[in-house]
C-alpha cells in the first residue's frame, strides 16, 4: 500500500532520525498514533520511531539523547527543527511484553529483532500500524487490518480482545478516549471484553484514569460520546459514581433532560476551559432533592434574611460545589484547577438585582474569585442555557451585570489585602503582635473598603485599625 503523499507531512527532523539510523544499517519504522494520525489527516502530536538497534547502538547512533527509559528499550534522541528549537523524539527497540501486574506493568520485557512482534504487542489494530520510508516513498505495513478498521470507524483490540484488556487496565479508558475524539465506535467483542476486565481497570492509578479523561474532555468534539461509553462499560462508576447519581432524576419544570443527560449537553457546548465546571455544575442536585434537605436549606436562608431562590432542587449550587472539591481532590488534580473549577460551580446559579451597590458589585467580583472568573462564570450560565432547550435565559441579564461590571472597573478595585493602603507592618507598627490578629484587621479593613473604595488612604485605614486594636487587644 503506497501512500507517498504522507512524506511531506513528516517533519524533516524525523526524517533525519530515521534516515541516520538507516545510514548505521539498522531499520527504522514510525509507528503507532503518529501512522494512524497522518493517514486520518490529522496532525500528529509527537512522532514514535521502533527499531531493531538495541538502546546503547541506538546512543551511539545519537551521542545527544536521554537513555533514562533504556531498560524499557525506548531512548529519547534530542532533535532541532528548522527553527532551532529542541524536540524529544522517542526511539524504541522492537520488543515484546508479559507477565502484567497491578494491571498496568509487564513483568517481563524482551527485545526483538522483529517489528511484527513489536507490533503484535499494542493496544488496538489502528495503533498497530507501522510506516516505513524508503526512496521518497511511504508504504503501510498492516499486520492486523488496522487501516480497514479506520475506514470503517472502528476501535478494535489486537488479537484476543479479552487478553489484551487483562494486560492493561487502562486499554479500556484509552479506547472510550479514542472512540470519542475520533468519533469512531469500539467493535463488539472488544467492547464486552472491557467491560469484563473491569477489576484490572480499577487497578489503574487515578492520576492515568485521570489523564486520559482529560483528553477525552479537551480533545473531542463531542465529549459526550466518551462519557457514555464509559457508563455503559462500566468505567465510570470506577472513578466518577457521583455523576451516575443524577441518572433518571428529572426536572420536569426547567429541563428537558435528567440530572446526567444535562451535564453531558452541556458539557459538549462548553468551552475548553470550562469543561469541568460544566460537567460538575449540578451534580449535586440528585443529594439535596428531598424535603428535609429543603427545609433545613431554606430555614437556613430566612435565618440569614436572604431571599428565597426561584429555581428547584434548594442548595444545589452550594452541594455541587462541594462535591466537585472532593471529586477533584480525589483524582488528584492541581489545586489551582480545584480552586477555579469550584468557585464556578458554586456560584453558576448567580442572580443579578438592578439595585446592587458598587460594594455588592466588588463583593461579587471578589466572592467568584476575581475578574477572570466573572467572565468564565458568564461562558458558563451561556453554555448551561445553550444545553437546555427549556431555558428560559436571556443574556439581558448578563449584559446588566457586564456594564455594572465595567462601570466598577473604571473606578478604584479593591479586590484583596493586598491592594490595601497598609499592610501587616504598619499594624504592628501600631503594637499588634506578629500572629492572627493582623490578618483579621485587614480582613476587616479590606470589607470596609470594598464598601467604600474612598477609605483607601494610608491614614484613613489607620484610624479604623486603631479602633480594631481596642477591640481586639
Not at 503501510?140 to 487490518?145: G, P, R, T, V, Y
Request: aromatic share 8%; hydrophobic share 40%; glycine share 6%.
Amino acid at each position: 500500500m503506497n501512500h507517498q503523499n504522507l512524506l511531506y507531512k513528516i517533519p524533516p527532523e524525523i526524517l533525519k532520525v530515521i534516515n541516520d539510523l538507516k545510514t548505521a544499517s539498522f531499520e527504522a519504522y514510525l509507528v503507532g498514533g503518529c501512522v494512524r494520525d497522518l493517514l486520518l489527516n490529522n496532525p500528529p502530536k509527537d512522532y514514535d520511531i521502533a527499531t531493531n538497534a538495541k538502546p546503547e547502538e541506538i546512543s551511539k547512533v545519537f551521542p545527544e539523547s536521554v537513555t533514562t527509559y533504556a531498560k524499557f528499550g525506548t531512548v529519547l534522541v534530542l532533535t532541532k527543527d528548522e527553527h532551532k528549537e529542541t524536540h524529544p523524539v522517542e526511539v524504541t527497540t522492537y520488543r515484546s511484553e508479559m507477565d502484567y501486574r497491578d494491571g498496568r506493568w509487564p513483568m517481563k520485557v524482551e527485545f526483538t529483532s522483529k517489528l511484527s512482534k513489536d507490533l503484535g504487542r499494542r493496544d488496538f489494530t489502528i495503533n498497530a500500524l507501522a510506516m516505513e520510508i524508503k526512496d521518497n516513498e511511504t508504504d503501510i505495513i498492516d499486520l492486523f487490518n488496522g487501516v480497514s478498521d479506520l475506514h470503517k470507524g472502528v476501535i478494535r483490540a489486537v488479537g484476543t480482545p479479552q487478553l489484551r484488556m487483562e494486560e492493561d487496565g487502562l486499554r479500556g479508558f484509552r479506547a472510550c478516549r479514542l472512540a470519542s475524539t475520533l468519533e469512531f465506535e469500539v467493535e463488539g467483542e472488544t467492547f464486552s471484553a472491557i467491560s469484563k476486565a473491569k477489576s484490572v481497570s480499577a487497578q489503574v492509578s487515578v492520576e492515568r484514569i485521570r489523564d486520559e479523561f482529560i483528553r477525552l474532555l479537551m480533545e473531542s468534539h463531542k465529549p459526550s460520546i466518551g462519557i457514555e461509553l464509559l457508563r455503559r462499560t462500566g468505567l465510570l462508576e470506577l472513578f466518577l459514581p457521583e455523576l451516575l447519581e443524577g441518572i433518571g432524576v428529572t426536572q420536569p419544570e426547567y429541563h428537558v433532560d435528567d440530572v446526567y443527560h444535562h451535564l453531558l449537553a452541556c458539557v459538549d457546548v462548553a468551552l475548553d476551559e470550562l469543561k469541568l465546571a460544566a460537567l460538575f455544575h449540578d451534580i449535586g442536585k440528585p443529594r439535596v432533592k428531598n424535603v428535609e434537605f429543603e427545609q433545613k436549606y431554606l430555614q437556613r436562608l430566612l435565618k440569614k434574611g436572604k431571599v428565597i431562590p426561584k429555581h428547584h432542587f434548594f442548595g444545589h449550587d452550594e452541594e455541587s460545589a462541594r462535591m466537585t472539591e472532593e471529586i477533584l481532590v480525589r483524582m488528584k488534580f492541581p489545586k489551582v484547577e480545584i480552586k477555579k473549577t469550584v468557585s464556578l460551580v458554586r456560584w453558576h446559579m448567580f442572580y443579578y438585582q438592578d439595585e446592587w451597590s458598587d460594594g455588592a458589585v466588588r463583593r461579587f467580583i471578589k466572592r467568584v474569585g476575581g475578574e477572570e472568573n466573572v467572565d468564565l462564570l458568564f461562558k458558563l450560565r451561556i453554555a448551561d442555557a445553550d444545553s437546555n432547550p427549556k431555558s428560559e435565559f436571556t443574556p439581558a441579564e448578563i449584559q446588566k451585570l457586564e456594564e455594572r461590571i465595567a462601570e466598577v472597573r473604571a473606578k478604584e478595585m479593591i479586590l484583596s489585602v493586598n491592594d490595601l493602603a497598609i499592610n501587616g507592618k504598619d499594624l504592628m507598627g501600631l503594637g499588634v503582635p506578629e500572629g492572627p490578629i493582623i490578618g483579621q484587621i485587614l480582613q476587616h479593613l479590606l470589607k470596609e473598603v470594598i464598601e467604600d473604595p474612598i477609605l483607601n488612604e494610608r491614614e484613613k485605614l489607620l484610624s479604623i485599625s486603631k479602633n480594631q486594636i481596642k477591640n481586639k487587644l
